[in-house]
């Protein structure tokens, strides 16, 4: 699913106008009646409910005014506010002179602004997409006033006051929805973690847009559901052996910290390798291989640190950094994985590995190519040196980091942002607040390496699936154990389910 600009989707608007031969008016009555259906599939409104429609200048109010009229069709009695302005776009007057005169119409100011009791519906039309600075005078008035009650608000197309795909100071006007309803696809402003309060539950309300334009737009942003990943996992060949899907080898664990070593184990063969190899300190040998039968147990010399990095001949992917520790010996590995794995063996660093490449920031040239680093924002922050100005700052610094190092990387959060070496960004759809839990990112990892050792997948394919099926698998976990109770072996005993899911 792309993620167009403002820019761009005022574009396809025309194109659609033209492609499909129907008026601007048409499209808005279409974006309108698509609101309505919502409102009243969604939030069974009583006829007696109390129903606001704040309606802006542009387009955006003209939605609001479109629907007001609907929902008076279909038995309710909205009351429609209208802000001020010099200047209106035609088809909000147009849908102005629709307006049943039976629908009370009055006019925001500043001593005029509406009563709202805990459980009216605010209907938030005064802005959109064609917002293009912060709100100040009355409109941010009213969106402080708006904010203050305990009426349930539902936004269309944006919440009024937030930008849809740009950084604003802090301390902007914007209004805090319960819902947002955008046409057709979703906004970059959704996945912003800061802007959370802003858009509440946001849904993508399909309005017949044209698709060969959203074809042939190109974009740098992309939003990923299932529906993206189709195909992309394929089948087993009937005649498939262990080779095909790949010898993995696994280095993790230290002295205390060998779960993160048994969970990425676990998920590395839940995620379908044909063959681990884990290497861990020698105090995890009788662990590894009680924990993890499957696996083959590769013991350091070391008693309690990985201090020696093995032949890599049989390996087709390695993936280092669960549970690892910081010690000298292992910063080595790391030295020798970089210089021995050459181009053709897929590398997966994660965690510790990460915080060894920031404290030896000359390894970072050395990153094989299509290299997949799997860090949390602060092991990003440590690896760019630079914290984030705001939330858009970390996404250029990703894409910026991605280039220089030609690299794959995927930035755990909500809504988890995958960067990659030529550019374009895909923003995960998956996976809960439950995932926020010990361990989660070591199975991250080993699902990772299983697909990035899986010899018929591209490394951003490979990437793309371990993400959302990692994310996928905490959503079916949750299903069972609520949020809280989700832990990172819970996720393991999901991958399977999440992965069956995705195969074409
Ligand atoms: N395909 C779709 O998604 C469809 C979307 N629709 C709706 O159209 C709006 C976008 O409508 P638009 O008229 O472009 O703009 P807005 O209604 O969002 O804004 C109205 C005007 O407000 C002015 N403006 C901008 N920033 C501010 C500000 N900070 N303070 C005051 N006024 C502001 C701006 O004019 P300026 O000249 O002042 O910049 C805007 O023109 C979209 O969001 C959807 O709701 C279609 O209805 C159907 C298809
Ligand atoms: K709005």
């Not at 696809?185 to 334009?213: C, H, Y």
């Not at 993995?248 to 969970?263: C, D, E, Q």
């Not at 201090?307 to 910063?331: C, D, I, R």
Request: proline residues 6%; glycine residues 10%.
């Amino acid at each position: 699913m792309k993620l167009l600009t403002a820019a761009q989707t005022r574009a396809l608007d025309q194109a659609t106008v033209e492609a499909q031969g129907i008026t601007s008016l048409e499209l808005m009555e279409r974006a309108a009646t698509a609101c309505t259906l919502w409102l009243l599939d969604e939030l069974q409104l009583a006829f007696s409910t109390e129903i606001h429609v704040l309606c802006g200048p542009g387009n955006n109010g003209g939605d609001g005014l479109a629907v007001a009229r609907q929902l008076h069709t279909a038995g309710y009695a909205p009351q429609v506010w209208l802000l001020p302005a010099d200047k209106h776009s035609a088809d909000f007057l147009l849908n102005r002179q629709q307006l049943p005169q039976a629908i009370r119409c009055q006019e925001l100011s500043a001593r005029r602004l509406p009563m709202l009791p805990a459980g009216a519906l605010v209907l938030d039309a005064l802005f959109g997409t064609g917002l293009t600075r912060p709100l100040e005078g009355l409109p941010a008035t009213i969106v402080k006033h708006l904010n203050q009650t305990e009426a349930t608000v539902v936004a269309v197309d944006m919440p009024s006051g937030l930008l849809a795909d740009s950084p604003q100071p802090a301390g902007s006007a914007i209004v805090r929805a319960h819902h947002t309803l955008s046409f057709e696809l979703p906004k970059l402003a959704f996945l912003m973690p800061r802007n959370a309060d802003f858009v509440g539950e946001w849904t993508v309300l399909p309005i017949g847009l044209d698709q060969s334009f959203i074809h042939n737009t190109d974009v740098d942003n992309y939003f990923v559901d299932a529906a993206s990943l189709a195909g992309r996992l394929p089948r087993r060949a009937r005649f498939s052996h262990k080779g095909t899907f790949g010898h993995a080898l696994l280095l993790a664990g230290s002295y205390g910290k060998l779960g993160a070593a048994v969970l990425a184990a676990r998920a590395c063969l839940r995620g379908g390798v044909g063959l681990l190899t884990v290497r861990t300190p020698a105090v995890g040998y009788t662990v590894l291989q009680m924990s993890v039968p499957e696996a083959m147990a590769l013991p350091d010399p070391s008693h309690d640190f990985v201090t020696e990095l093995p032949e890599l001949q049989p390996y087709a992917a390695v993936a280092m950094g669960p549970g690892l520790g910081q010690e000298v010996s292992s910063a080595e590995v790391l030295r020798q994985l970089l210089r021995q794995a050459g181009s053709r063996r897929a590398l997966v660093l994660d965690a510790d590995a990460l915080n060894l490449l920031s404290t030896h920031r000359e390894l970072l040239g050395k990153l094989p190519p299509d290299t997949v680093l799997t860090p949390h924002l602060k092991e990003f922050e440590r690896l760019t040196g630079e914290p984030a100005r705001d939330d858009y700052h970390r996404l250029e610094q990703l894409r910026a980091f991605c280039r220089e190092h030609r690299c794959y990387c995927v930035l755990k959060g909500a809504y988890t942002a995958l960067g990659t070496p030529h550019g374009p960004m895909y923003f995960n759809s998956t996976g809960n607040p439950g995932m926020s839990t010990g361990g989660s990112g070591d199975v991250l990892t080993g699902l990772l390496l299983a697909l990035r050792a899986d010899q018929r997948l591209s490394p951003l394919d490979a990437a793309l699936l371990a993400v959302y099926a990692h994310g996928r698998a905490g959503d079916l976990a949750a299903a069972e154990t609520g949020e809280a109770g989700l832990i990172a072996g819970d996720l393991v005993q999901f991958i399977g389910p999440a992965l069956r899911e995705l195969e074409g």
